[in-house]
C-alpha cells in the first residue's frame, strides 16, 4: 500500500507527459476556442507538462524517502530526507516556471534579480536556512539529542528548514532536567549567533555527573569516599564500563587528552565548617537526575550505618 501511491504518481506524471507530448505535436485542439489569448493546444499541454512534473517529482521522492527510512541511521535518514525535500521542491518549482514561461535564459535571469531583492527582504529566513544546512553538514546536534540552544533547553524533536523543535526540560514550570510537556520552537539562526551545548555529543552519548554530601571534619574520609565508590559502582556497574570505553573512544578522536578513569572518584572539597565530598561518575544525560536520586540515597543510608565513623556537620541533622 505504501508503495501504490509512489509508483501510481509516477505512472501519473508519465501519462501526462505522453498526453503533452500528444498534444504539442499532433495539435489535436486546434479547432477549439482559445483560452484567454492562448491557444487551447498550448494550455492543455503546459498543463500536462506541469501536473507531469508535479507527479514524477512527487513519486521519485516518495520512493526515495521510503528507502531511506528503512535505514538503520535513523538520523542520517531524516537529514537525507530534508535535503531530498529542499532539492525536490526547487526543481519542482524552477521547473514549473520554465514550462509556463517556455523561456529558460529569462527565468534564470529573472530568479537572478528576484533572488537578489528576496535576500535583503527575507535576512533572517535565508540565515535560519543557512543555519539549517550548517546543522545538516556539521551536526553540532540531531533529533534526539538533549541539547541547549540560547536560553532553550531540551530534547530535539525535529530539525525542519528553518526552525528546530524542543521537548522542554527545565524551563519556567519544573527543574532537575525535567520534561516540563512544553514544546519549543527555536529558529535555527541562533545555532550560528549563540553556544549550543550537546549533552551526549561528541561520539559518546555519556556526560559526567557529581553527587555532592557535606560531612564533619570529624570524618574518616578514606572510609566514607570508599562508601560512595562502592555504592556508584554497584549502581551503575556494566553501564559505566561501557560508557568509558565509549567515551574514551569519542575522545580519541581528538587531539585533546584527558585522564579518564575507570570507575567512579570522589573529590575532597574544604568548606568553612565541613568537608563536602563530591561523586563523579559516568551516566547517560536523560537518567541522571534518577540516578543521582538513588545514589544519594543509598550514601546517606551507608553513612547512617556508620555514625561512628562517618558525622555530618553539627548544624544538620540525621
Known amino acids: 500500500?505504501?508503495?501504490?501511491?509512489?509508483?501510481?504518481?509516477?505512472?501519473?506524471?508519465?501519462?501526462?507527459?505522453?498526453?503533452?507530448?500528444?498534444?504539442?505535436?499532433?495539435?489535436?485542439l486546434a479547432g477549439w476556442p482559445a483560452v484567454g489569448d492562448y491557444p487551447a493546444n498550448l494550455v492543455v499541454e503546459r498543463a500536462a507538462f506541469v501536473l507531469a512534473l508535479f507527479a514524477l517529482l512527487?513519486?521519485?521522492?516518495?520512493?526515495?524517502?521510503?528507502?531511506?527510512?528503512?535505514?538503520?541511521?535513523?538520523?542520517?535518514?531524516?537529514?537525507?530526507?530534508?535535503?531530498?525535500r529542499l532539492a525536490f521542491g526547487f526543481v519542482g518549482t524552477v521547473g514549473t516556471l520554465a514550462v509556463l514561461t517556455d523561456n529558460w535564459l529569462g527565468l534564470l535571469f529573472s530568479l537572478g534579480v528576484i533572488g537578489f531583492a528576496i535576500t535583503f527582504a527575507l535576512q533572517q529566513p535565508l540565515l535560519s536556512l543557512i543555519a539549517?544546512?550548517?546543522?545538516?553538514?556539521?551536526?553540532?546536534?540531531?533529533?534526539?539529542?538533549?541539547?541547549?540552544?540560547?536560553?532553550?533547553?531540551?530534547?530535539v524533536i525535529e530539525v525542519e528548514f528553518l526552525v528546530t523543535t524542543l521537548w522542554e526540560i527545565n524551563g519556567e514550570l519544573v527543574s532537575t532536567n525535567q520534561p516540563s510537556g512544553r514544546v519549543v520552537t527555536v529558529p535555527n539562526s541562533v545555532v550560528l549567533s549563540s553556544n549550543v551545548v550537546n549533552f551526549g555529543g561528541g561520539g559518546s552519548p555519556y556526560v559526567w555527573n557529581e553527587v555532592a554530601i557535606q560531612v564533619a571534619y570529624e570524618t574518616?574520609?578514606?572510609?566514607?569516599?570508599?562508601?560512595?565508590?562502592?555504592?556508584?559502582?554497584?549502581?551503575?556497574?556494566?553501564?559505566?564500563?561501557?560508557?568509558?570505553?565509549?567515551y574514551r573512544d569519542a575522545l580519541s578522536e581528538t587531539p585533546v587528552e584527558l585522564e579518564v578513569h575507570d570507575g567512579?572518584?570522589?573529590?575532597?572539597?574544604?568548606?568553612?565548617?565541613?568537608?563536602?565530598?563530591?561523586?563523579?561518575?559516568?551516566?547517560?544525560?536523560?537518567?541522571?537526575?534518577?540516578?543521582?536520586?538513588?545514589?544519594?540515597?543509598?550514601?546517606?543510608?551507608?553513612?547512617?550505618?556508620?555514625?561512628?565513623?562517618?558525622?555530618?556537620?553539627?548544624?544538620?541533622?540525621?
Open 1 to 28: 500500500m505504501r508503495r501504490s501511491i509512489p509508483l501510481g504518481s509516477v505512472l501519473l506524471g508519465t501519462v501526462a507527459a505522453a498526453i503533452g507530448l500528444f498534444v504539442g505535436t499532433a495539435e489535436p
Open 58 to 84: 512527487f513519486g521519485s521522492y516518495r520512493l526515495l524517502a521510503d528507502v531511506l527510512m528503512r535505514s538503520s541511521n535513523k538520523r542520517r535518514a531524516y537529514n537525507t530526507r530534508n535535503l531530498l
Open 132 to 155: 539549517w544546512v550548517y546543522i545538516t553538514v556539521k551536526q553540532p546536534y540531531g533529533v534526539g539529542d538533549r541539547v541547549r540552544i540560547g536560553d532553550a533547553k531540551g530534547d
Open 220 to 246: 574518616d574520609l578514606e572510609f566514607a569516599r570508599g562508601l560512595m565508590r562502592e555504592e556508584a559502582a554497584e549502581l551503575l556497574g556494566e553501564e559505566m564500563a561501557a560508557g568509558i570505553a565509549a
Open 264 to 318: 567512579p572518584s570522589v573529590n575532597v572539597t574544604q568548606g568553612e565548617s565541613w568537608v563536602e565530598l563530591r561523586l563523579r561518575y559516568l551516566t547517560h544525560p536523560r537518567r541522571g537526575q534518577r540516578v543521582k536520586n538513588e545514589l544519594y540515597e543509598r550514601i546517606l543510608d551507608r553513612f547512617n550505618d556508620h555514625p561512628e565513623r562517618v558525622a555530618f556537620p553539627v548544624s544538620r541533622s540525621r
